[in-house]
C-alpha cells in the first residue's frame, strides 16, 4: 500500500475497534424498532462496499505493477449501494464510473455472476472480460441490466431519458422489451458532470417530456463528492441547481449513512415507479484515494481537507453500524472484512496474466457487424401493402416520404421522430402526411435540443425500435456528435455486441441552396462524422438510389445494430430537372430495389476519364460528362453513394477501366471525402494521373457569394480537360 491507502486502512480498523458492540442481533430482525431493514441486509449491502473498495485497492496495485490499466476508483462512493437495494435487478442502470459499490451489489442479486472477478478482467484489459472483452474498463453486466457507459460528461443522460421514454412507448405500441413495464431508468453521475450542458440538456428534456403527461420513469442520481478532479464544487451547488425545480422530484441523501441513505433512496425509486416520472437524488459522498491512481491530490487539495474527508468513509460508516447494532463483533467485522480482500486479491492475482486482445481484427470485430446477406433479406422483404413500392418518377423528398411510409406500414419497430417532423412534415415536408397516416405514437416532434434528439433514439433503440431521428441539417449535428461517436458507436465495442445501438440518422445536409443559406443552412463538412469507427454514412444523390439507401440502412441497423447516417442533399430534394429546364431528368422511381453498403453507382461507360462524385457533384458532373462528351472525350461517372465506408472495390475498377481518375468533391479541400478518395485509390496500387477539385475551405456565405467558394458544373469541366490535355502530352 502507499501511504495514503494505508492510511485509510489504518482509519478504518481504528474506527471499527472504537465501536461499542451493541447487543447481540438476530440478523433476521429488524435492526432498529424504526427501520425495516434487518441486520443481514446491512451485512450483505456491506460486503458490496468492502468488495468495492478491495477492488479499488488491487486496481491501484495492479496499475503501479504494470499489470493492470485502470484506476479510477468508488472509494468514498460506496454510499451508492443503497441504489442497489432501492431498485429491481429488472431496472436498467447506466452508471457513474465510481458506482463500484451499486455493481458489485447489483450482481449479486443475479445467480451465476462474479463482480470480483468480471471488473479485475477489466482494469486487466482481458479478453475474458464478459461486457467488453478486453476493449475498456467499464461497469456493464447484460445479466444485471447494467449497460456499459463511459459516463466522464454525464454523455449518457440523453440515452437514460430515451429509455425511459422508449420503455413506455414500447408497452403503448404493445411491444415487448428486455425490461418489466414497470421498471424505472437509473442513471448516476457525478456533480462535476451535472454541470455538463449534456446533463442539464438531458435533465430538462425529461423535465419537459414529463409536463407534456408522457411518462419519463428515470431517476438522476447526483454522487456528489464536492470536486471534479481538482475543481471544486460550490457547497450545496447541487441543492441549489435541481433542489427546486418544478416537475422534477428531489431527494437528498448523505450516502456516509446507509440507513439514511437506504430509506431515502428507497423512497425515490417508489416514487418514479409510481408516478412514471423523473425524480433527483442527491447522494453526498466523498472522494478518497484522489481522482485516479495517477493523481496527486496534495498539488491541489490541503492535507486537513484530505485527511478530514476520511472522517466520511461510509465503509467504516457500514462496520461501525455493525458493530453497535450488535450485527458483529468488530473481530468478526474485521476478519470479514480481511477475508474478502483475500478473495479481491487472490482474484486479482489470478486474472493478472490473462490474455489480452492482439490485433486489430479482434478489437474492432464488434465495430460494425456485417450481414449482407441477411440485411439484403430483411430490406426486401414484401410490404405490408402489395403496391407500396410504386413505378412513378419521384423527387428526391418524395421518395424518401414514401419509403418511410411504406417502411412505417411493414415494420412495427420503427419510430419516426425530429424537430418539427410531424405536424408540420419537416421544413422541406420530406416527413409530410407521416404523423396523420401512423400516429404521434410512431411519427412525433421533440424539442429543440440535437442532444436530447440523439438520446432518444440512443434509448429507443435499446428498447428494441429502429429509430429514425432527424437533425434539420447537417451543420446542428455537430452540437451534439459525441451522441453518436461517445454513445451510439461506442455501445457495441464497450459491451462486445451484448448491447446494439440500431438507429438511422437522416439529416438535411450539404450546400447549393437557392434564396436561403448561411453556414447554418449550407453546410459542406461531413469529416466528423465519417471519421467515427463503424458508422455507415450514406449520400443518395437520386430518388431512386434514395429509397434502396434507406432501406438498406434501416435493414443494417435492425439486424447488425448498425449505427447509420442518411445524409440527404437539401438541394437536390425538389430537383427535377437535370440537363434543361423541363426534363425531368432527375426523377427516378423507388422500386423497391436495395443496395449493399459500399456499393457505387456508375453512369455510363466511358473509357477516358473516370469523374468520381456524390450527391450534389453527381448531376454536376452528368452536366460536366455531356459536354466533355461533344468535344469527343468520353467520360463515366461514378456515384459512391457511401461516404463510410468507401465501395473501393467500385472505385478501383472504374478507375483501371480508364485509366485517369477526377474526384469531384462537393466537400471542403480540407478535411474532405476526396482525400480519402485518392489514398484509397494510391493505397490500392492505381498509377494513373488523379486530380480533384472541390469546394474552397470556407464556411458557406449568404448570397451570391456562395458561388465563389462550392464546386460548379464548369471547374469540373476544366479540370477534366486539364487532366486530358495533361495526358496527352506525358512523354
Known amino acids: 500500500m502507499n501511504e495514503r491507502e494505508a492510511e485509510l486502512d489504518r482509519r478504518f480498523r481504528d474506527a471499527v475497534v472504537a465501536a461499542t458492540p451493541g447487543p447481540r442481533h438476530v440478523g433476521t430482525g429488524p ?3 424504526d427501520s425495516p431493514y434487518t441486520g443481514s441486509t446491512v451485512l450483505a449491502l456491506f460486503e458490496a462496499q468492502a468488495t468495492s473498495r478491495h477492488l479499488d485497492l488491487a486496481a491501484r496495485r495492479l496499475t503501479a505493477a504494470g499489470r493492470g490499466y485502470y484506476s479510477i476508483g468508488s472509494s468514498g462512493h460506496e454510499g451508492n449501494v443503497v441504489l442497489a437495494a432501492a431498485t429491481r435487478p429488472t431496472d436498467p442502470a447506466l452508471l457513474h464510473y465510481r458506482s463500484g459499490a451499486f455493481f458489485v451489489r447489483r450482481c449479486g442479486q443475479v445467480p451465476g455472476l462474479d463482480p470480483i472477478r468480471d471488473v479485475l478482467l477489466g482494469v486487466v484489459a482481458a479478453i475474458e472480460d464478459p461486457i467488453s472483452g478486453g476493449r475498456h474498463k ?3 453486466s447484460h445479466p444485471a441490466a447494467v449497460i456499459p457507459q463511459t459516463s466522464t460528461i454525464a454523455s449518457h443522460l440523453p440515452r437514460a431519458v ?17 425490461w418489466p413495464a414497470d421498471a424505472i431508468v437509473l442513471c448516476t453521475f457525478g456533480d462535476a458532470s451535472a454541470n455538463h450542458s449534456t446533463a442539464t440538456g438531458a435533465i430538462n428534456s425529461a423535465v419537459h417530456t414529463a409536463y407534456q403527461k408522457v411518462p419519463m420513469p428515470v431517476l438522476f442520481v447526483c454522487e456528489d463528492n464536492g470536486i471534479g478532479i481538482s475543481v471544486p464544487t460550490p457547497p450545496d451547488w447541487i441543492a441549489h441547481a435541481y433542489g427546486s425545480r418544478p416537475g422534477l422530484r428531489y431527494f437528498d441523501a448523505d450516502g456516509s449513512d446507509l440507513l439514511e441513505a437506504l430509506t431515502v433512496a428507497a423512497e425515490a425509486a417508489a416514487w418514479v415507479r409510481e408516478h412514471r416520472a423523473p425524480a433527483f437524488l442527491r447522494l453526498r459522498t466523498v472522494r478518497l484515494l484522489g481522482h485516479a491512481g495517477s493523481d496527486v491530490e496534495s498539488a491541489y487539495r490541503r492535507a486537513t481537507d484530505i485527511t478530514g474527508e476520511m472522517g466520511r468513509d461510509p465503509v467504516a460508516a457500514t462496520a461501525r ?13 474485521l476478519a470479514h472484512y480481511d477475508a474478502i480482500g483475500a478473495q479481491v486479491a487472490e482474484t486479482a492475482e489470478k486474472v493478472s496474466g490473462a490474455a489480452k486482445l492482439d490485433s486489430a481484427a479482434a478489437v474492432t470485430a464488434p465495430l460494425a457487424p456485417h450481414h449482407p446477406d441477411r440485411v439484403r433479406a430483411d430490406a426486401t422483404r414484401s410490404a405490408a401493402n402489395p403496391g407500396a413500392h410504386e413505378q412513378v418518377p419521384m423527387t428526391l423528398a418524395q421518395s424518401v416520404n414514401h419509403t418511410l411510409g411504406e417502411l412505417l406500414e411493414r415494420d412495427g419497430d420503427l419510430l419516426v421522430f425530429g424537430e418539427d417532423v410531424g405536424r408540420k412534415g419537416g421544413v422541406y415536408g420530406v416527413t409530410k402526411g407521416l404523423q396523420k397516416t401512423f400516429g404521434r405514437r410512431r411519427v412525433f416532434d421533440t424539442l429543440l435540443d440535437e442532444q436530447s434528439l440523439l438520446g432518444t433514439a440512443l434509448g429507443a433503440g435499446l428498447a428494441g425500435f429502429v429509430p429514425i431521428p432527424e437533425i434539420q441539417y447537417l451543420a446542428y449535428v455537430h452540437n451534439a456528435i459525441d451522441q453518436i461517436r461517445g454513445e451510439a458507436a461506442t455501445l457495441q465495442f464497450f459491451s462486445g455486441g451484448r448491447y446494439r445501438n440500431p438507429m438511422v440518422v437522416r439529416i438535411a445536409g450539404f450546400a447549393y441552396q437557392k434564396g436561403f443559406g448561411g453556414h447554418f443552412h449550407n453546410d459542406n463538412s461531413v469529416a466528423a462524422l465519417r471519421d467515427i469507427p463503424g458508422v455507415v454514412v450514406a449520400a443518395p444523390a437520386r430518388a431512386d438510389d434514395a429509397a434502396a439507401l434507406l ?9 447488425d445494430g448498425r449505427v447509420c447516417v442518411f445524409l440527404e442533399p437539401i438541394a437536390l430534394y425538389h430537383t427535377r430537372d437535370l440537363y434543361a429546364p423541363g426534363d425531368d431528368g432527375w426523377l427516378a422511381a423507388p422500386d423497391g430495389d436495395t443496395v449493399d453498403i459500399g456499393r457505387a453507382r456508375v453512369y455510363g461507360d466511358g473509357g477516358d476519364l473516370t469523374i468520381v462524385s456524390f450527391a450534389n457533384g453527381v448531376p454536376m458532373s452528368l452536366r460536366a460528362a455531356r459536354r466533355l462528351a461533344d468535344r469527343g472525350i468520353d467520360a463515366r461517372v461514378v456515384d459512391l453513394r457511401w461516404l463510410a465506408p468507401l465501395p473501393v472495390d467500385d472505385l478501383l475498377h472504374h478507375a483501371r477501366a480508364t485509366g485517369r481518375v477526377l474526384i469531384a468533391d462537393e466537400t471542403r479541400r480540407s478535411g474532405g471525402v476526396s482525400e480519402s478518395i485518392t489514398a484509397a485509390l494510391l493505397d490500392a496500387g492505381f498509377d494513373g494521373p488523379i486530380t480533384r477539385v472541390t469546394s474552397a475551405d470556407s464556411f458557406v456565405p449568404l448570397g451570391p457569394a456562395t458561388a465563389t467558394v462550392l464546386l460548379d458544373d464548369p471547374t469540373i469541366e476544366a479540370a477534366a480537360g486539364k487532366l486530358l490535355a495533361e495526358g496527352d502530352h506525358t512523354p
Open 551 to 559: 432501406r438498406t440502412c434501416v435493414s443494417a441497423a435492425r439486424v
Open 321 to 333: 453500524l455493525l458493530v453497535t447494532a450488535g450485527v458483529a463483533t468488530p473481530e468478526e467485522v
Open 162 to 178: 430515451g429509455l425511459g421514454f422508449a420503455l413506455d412507448r414500447a408497452a403503448r405500441l404493445g411491444r415487448q422489451t428486455e
Open 31 to 33: 435492526l432498529r424498532p
Open 138 to 140: 467499464v461497469f456493464g
